[in-house]
């Protein structure tokens, strides 16, 4: 059995020799991207000989900075996020953006939820804006590009771009590029680069005293859980699924356990952890609530249970899980956060865009879950 770490050196090692180069427009060169990424179109084809999910790294990995002179400043009003509110990764970043008090500063704009052909030239399918504000509740038109697609974005930051158009994108509108597509690194920013326009700047969800930790947790929970949902549900073969379901399930029984002692997953304080844990908890069983279409606006309510029906999670659900599913509520109900899961569009785009894994996109009923349901994690005090 590797250990963590020699389980993820070997994964780099693969990553970087399935490396290739692809050429990058004026406006990412003039940013200093990098011209070697790993091509792939969707995470659908992600799967290896093996018939496992093997995620590629993000492409564009710059920075924004505190420091004015840097090449990508923290100015209000300059970076947007793209973000789709079916992704748990974007998720995630719009989490940050709340927490911190950010929106008034960076703009998000979310896709359809479901995947439809980019082009008319190729069979691609991914993100979508709607043509009109009103044609998909949540989903607005590009307001900067005008692109029809995420990969109309990437198109922009980089020609002949033929990896995974991905979101979130954190845009920057004067260079008209992607600054950063990798959501865990999105997050840190967030976090500390814009504390001079940010309304909560005291807050910091990476602090220096727990990093040991949250850093453990994260790497645990990245694998496992996070893209350990995704191994099982786009296994190709019976192996590769039994393997992910079984380290999900350890996982997730570890964190049950930690769980048990503490309010959150590295100690009695909100981490960048937790966030990064609740974003596929939230998605795991059904639910049944409010929720918002757009931050900080009020829709419909919704039935679903992606990772444990669609992935196929099903060895115990989430609320069988009782710190788990307590912990998830208590997360949900800080203020904020509610307004960043979106479960419409979690519904629609999970059942509606796989159809290797759900070709008549029917969407299955589950029993009423209210998150906004009362918790017991204050026993563990406030
Ligand atoms: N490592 C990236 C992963 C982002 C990602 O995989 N996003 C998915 C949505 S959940 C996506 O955009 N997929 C497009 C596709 O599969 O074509 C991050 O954390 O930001």
């Not at 590029?177 to 920013?189: A, D, G, K, L, Q």
């Not at 296994?235 to 356990?257: F, I, M, S």
């Amino acid at each position: 059995m590797p250990t963590l770490a020699t389980s993820s050196s070997l994964l780099l090692t693969r990553r970087l020799l399935a490396a290739r180069t692809f050429p990058t427009s004026s406006a990412a060169a003039a940013a200093g991207y990098s011209t070697t990424v790993k091509m792939a179109r969707s995470a659908l084809d992600e799967v290896t000989d093996t018939g496992a999910f093997d995620r590629s790294p993000s492409t564009f990995r710059s920075s924004v900075s505190s420091d004015a002179s840097a090449r990508f400043p923290a100015v209000p009003g300059r970076y947007h996020l793209y973000v789709s509110y079916a992704c748990p990764w974007a998720s995630r970043c719009l989490a940050f953006l709340k927490l911190k008090g950010l929106d008034h500063a960076i703009g998000v704009t979310a896709v359809k939820p479901i995947f439809e052909r980019t082009k008319e030239t190729d069979d691609h399918l991914g993100w979508i804006f709607p043509a009109t504000a009103d044609e998909e509740p949540g989903a607005e038109p590009d307001p900067f590009n005008g692109a029809k697609s995420v990969r109309e974005l990437y198109e922009i930051a980089s020609t002949n771009y033929a990896g995974k158009p991905t979101v979130p994108v954190l845009w920057d509108k004067q260079l008209k590029t992607v600054v950063n597509n990798e959501s865990s690194e999105i997050i840190r920013m967030l976090n500390t680069e814009f504390n001079d326009i940010a309304g909560n700047p005291g807050l910091d969800l990476y602090p220096v005293h727990l990093r040991a930790s949250i850093d453990e947790i994260n790497e645990l929970v990245y694998d496992a859980i996070n893209n350990g949902v995704y191994k099982c549900g786009f296994a190709k073969k019976q192996g590769p699924y039994d393997e992910a379901v079984t380290r999900l399930y350890e996982a997730l029984d570890k964190c049950e356990q930690i769980l048990g002692k503490q309010r959150y997953i590295c100690g009695n304080q909100l981490t960048e952890a937790d966030i990064r844990l609740f974003v596929t908890l939230i998605r795991f069983d059904e639910f049944l609530s409010s929720t918002s279409s757009k931050i900080g606006e009020v829709c419909t309510t919704s039935l679903m249970h992606v990772y444990a029906v669609h992935f196929k999670c099903n060895k115990k659900l989430l609320r069988e899980h009782p710190n788990l599913f307590n912990y998830t509520k208590d997360i949900y109900q800080i203020p904020g956060i509610s307004s960043t899961v979106n479960m419409e569009h979690i519904r629609k785009h999970y059942y509606g865009s796989h159809p290797s894994i759900n070709p008549y996109r029917i969407i299955p009923v589950g029993p009423n879950i209210d998150y906004n349901a009362p918790n017991d994690r204050e026993r563990f005090g406030s």
